[in-house]
């Protein structure tokens, strides 16, 4: 009875046919839509207490989710192809993790020009005096309108080095990010446009942010306490406007029901669960909604999808350095809180024993010592990111061990960092916690992929061994061929993940070939290839990974 | 020919059927014209097996989100500074501020800022739970060292307490003594406060105070009058004027006022109670110090001593209601406020606080004291206990709110104490 019943679950949560090819379709979203999605404003405070709260809660009293985490088979991503790939959308376009970029695209990254015009005039049209960091919005001589963000007096290049380079990194990834040029602003550039507005914050907190007319005593008392040893240069970093028209944040959970291209739940779309690998190598905590935007393109009738703001994220805070509790624990931590509650105080987390130590003020807060690869925590609880599961941890986890040494470098050194020392920090605190990242999730999943047919054989790539996260000599890999009917037309042991292929299996509809890597420690699910003729010649039809 | 026209029919309907199914991309294939559906994560069984976990979740899911529309109105909509707004006049002069606590009860501050000759009001007033329970407190005041250097006080009082309870004199006075009156207390004072360095104040403080005592109103406990003699009890049934000097003494080094981790705290005062035509003149000093101590990681061990004192030098008499008193919101807060009276008291509370979030703390605390005649008295023994917890929100500059759970061998009490956060 036992055995019926879960025969039944395990048939009920889809594990069955595991010797079929898989056919997954993923639809296109680039398809021109009827008509411009509504703007989004959500609420940060809102979002904070719903995914710290309500979402938890109706996950725990999800019951096919707690049944599948039970036996291991959670919701896996949606719009993964018959490769457990993602393909090529408005969300994300495959770069480093397919084919390794060069220095000069690192460098570049989403980059199209050589940034503001700096031979004329800025008009300033828009003047940002609330908040602790000033900036401003201005339009150059070529028309091309910037967000200008200022770096604190106290951290210099902090949060325009940090988001210069991580615009780089995450481009490289594959993410949509804007345009980010670090400028030697010279302030006699400034004028304010005739229609320039300013946002202030006022005495009367019925309203308590009004807009009035720009005056250039508003803009020299911004430069004042943007510049307030009155250099001659500031360092700027001018943030392109991405093209468009914005029609707000796009969400980690659900899909914008007036963009009919958005047909995958965003917390099953696997660039965005595997965010989180990328976001825990970069040290991005500063999740929130508003750290992404999406823009509606008028001509071509569709909404791309990008991150933003990355000033508070490896080691800046903004407008100082971080510290050593970001990335161990959400904003507002409700298990943290508990804990503490419960214990009387007595347990302390790691992050608070931690030294804040910063070498270098114009990199920030830089340590790896707390870094956990699946502990680490963005600022708020992100829905798509506790879907992560182990397809979703590979894929992230693959291409941010993609990144050579050099291309982290190159990357960093779009800081313009003027102490070398502080860019080669930064540089091996990413190429640290890359490796981190590589040897935690790889020691926890088949790392067989880019099988592809030369000379007659199937050919596989294992990812951790070709990286360095695992020793070669030491791994085997067990193969078998089965037929559609399960029955099995070869086995052997390799010391590569190569197979012969034996001309007499074409005569099979498709054969699957599973590929089980062995080596100490290692416990690990096959990850089988199918394969069928075309033409006589062999094709690869399809991956599972049955991790 | 019936029957061909049901097969075509059938036809017309499976190639309709067919053509949606297309169109609608469940065979795949994209289309320009019409977009696909919305990818379902889990099937139509699964989505029935999660109904039972929907329905229990309900409930909470809109307890919660009117919380999540509260926080966003406070957070998003500016709500408080909104609410801050409209309290305030639009030059920020003059408003009204709701405050609430345990030992005052509920109402509200009024202040008018350089509101004559410079000085800054206010106008408090509360109401407590039950009858006719209020105090009402106008002040003028001229800060920031305006007054020849120092900051100069005006302040009219007036206190109506209808169930102060009285449980007789001394330590060992029983819950089964108490006993009811009602206190009236009206006052103007005048203080004038000078900062000798950055963390001592001195105040120098004259006040003229009428004190008349009345039948308490509690149902639970009889009329202090009519347990007592005004002849036995020095202070009952009379309402006597004072005039009172004082001079204070405070001391405040921690490192985060709000939330201290390190530093001390002291308060002394010495007062002088001269009642007009009445043998009740008294002396009255009150010393405490709260030392504050980092252990680990902001959990702060905070031991604070103190002691009270009430003497009335050569024939004349400490009224009751001058005695040194236990209980209340300060200290022993398991016990209600004047539980024990005697000359003299001393008291000690050793508190735990830890971190639970960035401005929330918890607290544990045990409190002891006792009340003493003569401080020839003093012994270790016969102490009355409180202990208990608290959570408590805090502001760098200070404590926003604080509800307290204290149990002592009497009671268990919840006070609580919301001060203005704006």
């Known amino acids: 009875m036992k055995s019926v019943c879960l025969l039944s679950l395990l048939l009920l949560l889809g594990c069955g046919a595991p010797l079929l090819p898989p056919a997954r379709h993923v639809h296109r979203d680039d398809r021109p839509i009827p008509a411009k999605p509504r703007g989004r404003h959500p609420s940060l405070a809102n979002a904070i207490i719903d995914k710290t709260t309500a979402y938890q809660l109706e996950q725990i009293l999800d019951i096919p989710r707690q049944a599948r985490k039970l036996v291991g088979r959670p919701y896996e991503a949606l719009n993964v192809d018959n490769f457990d790939q993602v393909p090529n959308s408005t969300w994300f376009v495959n770069r480093n993790g397919l084919r390794p970029l060069s220095l000069e695209e690192i460098r570049r990254g989403p980059n199209r020009s050589a940034g503001p015009d700096t031979t004329g005039k800025w008009r300033v049209v828009a003047l940002k005096s609330a908040g602790v960091t000033p900036g401003m919005t201005i339009v150059d001589g070529r028309g091309a309108r910037y967000i200008v963000k200022f770096d604190p007096p106290d951290f210099a290049e902090l949060p325009s080095g940090t988001e210069a380079v991580l615009s780089k990194l995450f481009y490289a990834v594959g993410y949509n990010v804007p345009e980010n040029y670090l400028v030697d602003l010279d302030p006699n550039w400034l004028e304010p446009d005739p229609d320039a507005v300013m946002r202030v914050a006022t005495n009367d907190k019925r309203k308590p942010i009004s807009q009035r007319p720009l005056s250039a005593a508003d803009l020299e008392t911004m430069l004042a306490k943007a510049n307030p040893q009155g250099a001659g240069r500031v360092r700027v970093l001018a943030s392109r406007f991405l093209p468009g028209i914005p029609i707000g944040p796009w969400s980690y959970t659900g899909v914008r029901r007036d963009d009919p291209n958005d047909v995958y739940s965003h917390q099953h779309r696997r660039e965005v669960r595997g965010l989180y690998i990328i976001s825990s190598w970069l040290n991005h905590a500063d999740m929130k909604e508003e750290n992404t935007l999406d823009m509606y393109d008028p001509e071509r009738r569709l909404v791309t999808h990008y991150l933003i703001d990355f000033g508070s994220a490896a080691g800046s805070n903004a407008i100082q350095p971080s510290s050593p509790r970001r990335g161990q624990a959400n904003s507002f931590d409700l298990k943290d809180s508990f804990t503490r509650l419960v214990t009387a105080g007595l347990y302390v987390h790691d992050y608070e024993r931690a030294e804040p130590l910063v070498r270098y003020p114009s990199v920030g807060y830089l340590e790896n010592d707390l870094f956990k690869p699946h502990k680490w925590k963005p600022m708020y609880p992100v829905p798509a990111f506790e879907n992560l599961t182990l397809r979703d941890a590979f894929w992230g986890a693959q291409i941010v061990t993609s990144f050579t040494d050099a291309q982290i470098e190159t990357a960093v050194a779009t800081g313009e960092y003027s102490a070398a020392a502080a860019a080669e920090y930064f540089a091996r605190f990413l190429c640290q916690r890359r490796d981190m990242i590589g040897r935690y999730w790889f020691a926890r999943v088949n790392t067989l992929d880019q099988f592809e047919i030369a000379g007659g054989q199937l050919r596989g790539v294992d990812v951790a061994v070709k990286r360095g996260y695992a020793a070669g000599p030491a791994t085997r890999y067990r193969i078998e061929v089965r037929s559609p009917t399960t029955a099995v037309l070869a086995a052997d042991e390799r010391q590569e993940p190569h197979l012969d292929l034996d001309v007499a299996w074409k005569e099979q509809e498709h054969i699957a070939v599973s590929f089980l890597p062995r080596r100490p420690g290692y416990k690990v699910k096959p990850v089988v290839v199918y394969l069928r003729t075309a033409d006589d010649e062999w094709v690869i039809v399809g991956l599972r990974r049955l991790d | ?422």
Request: net charge positive; aromatic share 12%; with cysteine.
């Open chain 2, 1 to 422: 020919m019936d029957c061909m026209i049901g097969k075509k029919r059938v036809v017309i309907v499976l190639l309709v059927v067919l053509m949606a199914e297309v169109s609608l991309g469940q065979t795949g294939a994209d289309s320009t014209e019409v977009f696909p559906e919305k990818v379902k994560y889990r099937g139509a069984v699964e989505e029935l097996a999660a109904l039972p976990g929907k329905l229990v979740y309900m409930p909470f899911f809109v307890a919660l989100y009117t919380t999540r529309q509260v926080a966003e109105a406070i957070w998003e909509k500016r709500a408080l500074d909104r609410v801050k707004g409209w309290l305030t006049t639009a030059d920020g002069r003059a408003g009204v501020r709701p405050l609430s606590n345990t030992s005052i009860g509920s109402g509200v501050r009024f202040f008018h800022k350089q509101f004559v000759f410079g000085a800054d009001a206010n106008l408090t007033s509360t109401l407590g739970k039950g009858s006719g329970r209020q105090q009402h407190l106008f002040s003028l005041g001229w800060k920031k060292g305006e007054v020849r250097g120092g900051d100069f006080f005006a302040v009219a009082h007036f206190r109506r307490e209808p169930k102060e309870s009285f449980h007789g004199i001394g330590n060992n006075s029983g819950i089964a003594d108490k006993t009811s009156f009602a206190q009236e207390d009206l006052y103007v004072k005048f203080s004038y406060g000078r900062r000798l360095g950055s963390q001592l104040n001195i105040d120098t403080e004259l006040d003229y105070h009428a004190i008349d005592i009345g039948v308490g109103k509690s149902r639970e406990a009889p009329p202090t009058q009519s347990v007592y003699a005004p002849g036995q009890l020095p202070g009952l049934g009379e309402t006597v004027r004072f005039i009172k000097a004082a001079t204070v003494v405070r001391s405040q080094i921690v490192d985060v006022p709000g939330s201290p981790t390190r530093g001390n705290r002291s308060y002394a005062r010495l007062r002088y109670d001269r009642a007009l035509g009445e043998a009740f003149s008294h002396f009255n000093i009150l010393v405490t110090s709260e030392q504050f101590t980092e252990l680990f990681y902001r959990r702060t061990l905070a031991l604070r001593l103190g002691s009270e004192w009430s003497f009335a030098p050569g024939n004349d008499v400490v009224p009751f209601y001058g005695l040194a008193s236990l209980g209340g919101e300060e200290i022993l807060r398991g016990y209600q406020r004047g539980r024990f009276r005697d000359r003299g008291s001393v008291f000690a509370a050793l508190t735990y606080k830890f971190p639970l979030w960035k401005v929330v703390d918890g607290t544990l605390f045990y409190e002891g004291g006792r009340t003493l005649r003569a401080p020839g008295d003093f012994t270790l023994s016969r102490w009355h206990g409180t202990f208990g917890g608290s959570l408590r929100a805090w502001r760098a500059q200070g404590l926003v709110f604080e509800q307290v759970i204290a149990r002592s061998s009497a009671a268990t009490r919840l006070l609580f104490n919301f001060k203005t956060v704006f």
